[in-house]
């Protein structure tokens, strides 16, 4: 074997050999980038040996170990080992699915890292042999293999249980979703009236039919088809109805609820569900042992009246005619009751016999009384005159004619006095409005005849009346909306004069806020033919918008017309402002006259000031609008304006702090008042004290003290 002198042929390894551990962990300690630069200095100090060697070295040597090779091959065995622990462990640091990288932080990672080089390259250089070394390696390879898979195992359990939540969160919106596309009838929509209507018509049919079918044997055997047809028709829309009461919604603290849960138990939890569930049950099986002439077994179908009195009442709100339809529902009611009471006259005529008795129903034998049109006839006639109580009927033989004649007296007795109530209340209804007028129209006829009034002003007062009357023009509108709240008063009012507001040309651009309070104080007026609304030299308090006339801007005698106002004009906005400067000041510049009757709505000027002191901008706006119209019109004095305040805006201001002034002095005044009564009052009770003492002494005082408490004591327990 060849000898090899490491001395001579390789310093680099001596200077290699020379650094211990500690150095090294010094160095590695300090960085990343210090560990790199020493296990390349490593590695370069390996390749100059077995470069240096392999010069010397055949190619028959260089599979062995052994020879003078083998120092070269040894290197390079070194030089894989390491770099395939480098690849791999640099393979490790780079995971970036790593659970343990997820939870550290970066400066936890980054010592990790340093720990894993440092322990890399220590063992590298701490290996002694080669077999020994593999097997650690390998040992910890298989390790670090079982925790890669526990932590990988780890992951996926998190991930697994993440995607669980995400599809449980997924489900409970699908929840949600369907929960919002359930389809629930809104009681006050048009779409449950329609309803109410169709379902009101089977009832009704079941309430007329059914006992007339049940009394009168051959109205149903001459039309089995058709009734059975109708029957199971009807029966059809009672269980549709009954999916339209689990999809009818009800409000819960002002919401429509639509859950279709809730909605399933408040109804079930009605009594009207119970009603609904009898009135479906198939009784009318009982046909196939009895037969088709038994329509009374279908009696329980009238347990759906519930449904026929919504309609009515759901009707009488939304008709324009609610007395007259009140009136028409009474004489329903009326005559069902009489149809009900012919019937069941009729059934007991033919359960005692007839022609057995004079009170019954005729012998049916006699060809007069055997029609089906004539039986029905006699009994609603002989119903009639027994519940009104109007002419006189055939009178009861037997107990039972008597105990049932007793119970249509009865019932004819209510009858009669609801009748008589309900139409009398009703006509009063109707009529009230049209007292009221006639009520304040005689009151002015009184009070003109007694002052003497001409007799053309008192014609033009009634003719002025009864335009009112003819054209519905009589209704006062704060009255009837005094029980509406403010926002809907204040809906109606825009609806109905927002519109006409806005075509005065001061109120175009203003407030939305200040065009509500204005409109909420229009006041509708009613001029008839040749009245003047205003005239030149008038004190302006109120400006006027036309609405429905035509009012004629005339010369002082009254006749000449130089203009023409229609509908949608309007005067006087500019004397109800106070502009400073103005030439005309708050007096009328013109006479206008009405040359029909007119419909005009007025805004005062004191309600358009109390308005403006909430909007103290639009009261700027307004004011510059109106002189801008007045310096068009050449209508103001502008050294006026620039002059300071209106001595008139001044003294108005003085007579309000007067008028203020005068309250606090009243109230001051009753103050003083109460405060020397109850100071007399005081004085006199320290008046009687004195006299006590002065009689009988202290002991009398305490003594009457302890008996004046006594009583008070007892009073509160």
Excluded at 295 to 318: A, G, Q, V
Excluded at 405 to 431: Q, R
Excluded at 561 to 583: A, P, R, T, W
Aim: proline share 3%.
């Amino acid at each position: 074997m060849a000898k090899i002198n490491t001395q001579h042929s390789y310093p680099g390894m001596h200077r290699l050999s020379v650094r211990t551990p500690d150095e090294d962990i010094e160095r590695i300690g300090n960085g990343c980038i210090r560990t790199h630069s020493l296990c390349e200095d490593a590695s370069s100090e390996l390749q100059g040996v077995i470069s240096v060697e392999g010069r010397h070295v055949s190619e028959s040597q260089t599979s062995s170990f052994t020879g003078s090779g083998a120092m070269a091959r040894l290197s390079r065995f070194v030089l894989s080992v390491r770099s395939w622990a480098t690849r791999h462990t640099h393979h490790e640091d780079q995971r970036p699915d790593s659970f343990l990288e997820r939870i550290r932080g970066p400066e936890l990672i980054e010592v990790s890292s340093r720990q894993s080089n440092i322990r890399s390259f220590l063992g590298i250089r701490e290996r002694p042999g080669g077999v020994n070394s593999k097997k650690e390696e390998k040992k910890e390879v298989k390790e670090e293999k079982k925790e890669e898979k526990k932590e990988e195992k780890k992951e996926e359990k998190k991930e697994e249980k993440k995607e669980e939540k995400k599809d449980d969160k997924k489900d409970d919106k699908k929840k949600e979703e369907k929960k919002k596309d359930i389809f629930v009838i809104d009681p006050s929509s048009n779409i449950y009236y329609n309803w109410l209507t169709i379902i009101a018509a089977p009832v009704f049919y079941n309430w007329c039919m059914l006992v007339c079918r049940a009394c009168f044997d051959e109205l149903q055997v001459d039309h089995v088809k058709l009734w059975l047809f109708l029957d199971y028709i009807s029966d059809v829309i009672y269980v549709l109805d009954m999916f339209v009461r689990f999809r009818t919604g009800f409000l819960e603290q002002g919401l429509l609820v639509q859950d279709e849960k809730k909605l399933r138990d408040h109804y079930t939890k009605t009594l009207q569900f119970k009603l609904d569930v009898l009135s479906l049950l198939p009784t009318d099986l009982a046909y196939l042992k009895l037969g088709l002439n038994y329509p009374e077994l279908r009696f329980n179908r009238l347990l759906r009246i519930s449904r026929l009195f919504e309609f009515f009442d759901r009707t009488e709100t939304r008709t324009n005619y609610p007395n007259m339809f009140r009136i028409g529902n009474l004489v329903l009611y009326i005559l069902i009751i009489i149809h009900w009471n012919a019937c069941i006259y009729f059934a007991i005529s033919k359960l005692i016999g007839f022609g057995t008795d004079s009170w019954v129903y005729p012998n049916v034998s006699i060809p007069e009384y055997g029609r089906l049109s004539r039986k029905y006839i006699y009994s609603l006639y002989w119903s009639t005159l027994t519940l009104t109580t109007i002419g006189e009927t055939p009178p009861p033989v037997k107990d039972e004619e008597y105990l049932f004649v007793v119970i249509d007296f009865l019932v004819g007795v209510l009858i009669f006095a609801t009748i008589v109530g309900n139409v009398g209340s009703m006509i009063s209804n109707m009529n009230a409005s049209r007292a009221e007028f006639q009520a304040k129209v005689d009151s002015i006829k009184q009070y003109m005849h007694f002052r003497k009034v001409t007799k053309d002003l008192e014609a033009r007062v009634i003719k002025w009346f009864d335009y009112l009357w003819t054209n519905k023009k009589t209704v006062d509108e704060k009255e009837v909306l005094k029980n509406l709240p403010d926002k809907l008063k204040a809906e109606i009012a825009i609806n109905v004069h927002l519109d006409t507001l806005k075509k005065v040309r001061i109120f175009q651009d203003c407030e939305a806020g200040l065009l509500i309070e204005l409109v909420l104080k229009l006041k509708p007026t009613v001029f008839s033919p040749g009245d003047y609304i205003c005239k030149k030299g008038d004190i302006g308090r109120e400006m006027y918008i036309i609405k429905e006339g035509k009012l004629a801007v005339v010369a002082d005698d009254g006749i000449t017309q130089f203009v023409v106002l229609s509908d949608g004009s309007y005067f006087g906005e500019i004397s109800i402002l106070n502009i400073k400067g103005s030439k005309s000041g708050n007096r009328r510049t013109a006479n206008i006259r009405s040359i029909g009757y007119s419909d005009l709505f007025c805004l005062s000027k004191d309600d358009l000031m109390e308005a403006l002191t909430e909007y103290p901008e639009a009261k700027k706006a307004l004011e510059e609008k109106g002189r801008q119209i007045l310096m068009k019109d050449n209508l103001i004095d502008e050294e006026a304006a620039k002059a300071g305040a209106d001595p008139k805006d001044l003294e108005e201001k003085i007579e309000r702090l007067e008028t203020a002034l005068d309250t606090l002095q009243t109230r001051f005044a009753r103050l003083l008042a109460e405060y020397t009564s109850s100071q007399q009052k005081v004085k006199q009770r320290l008046a009687s004290v004195e006299t006590r003492v002065k009689k009988y002494g202290s002991g009398t005082l305490s003594v009457g003290e302890t008996e004046a408490e006594k009583p008070e004591e007892e009073k509160k327990q």
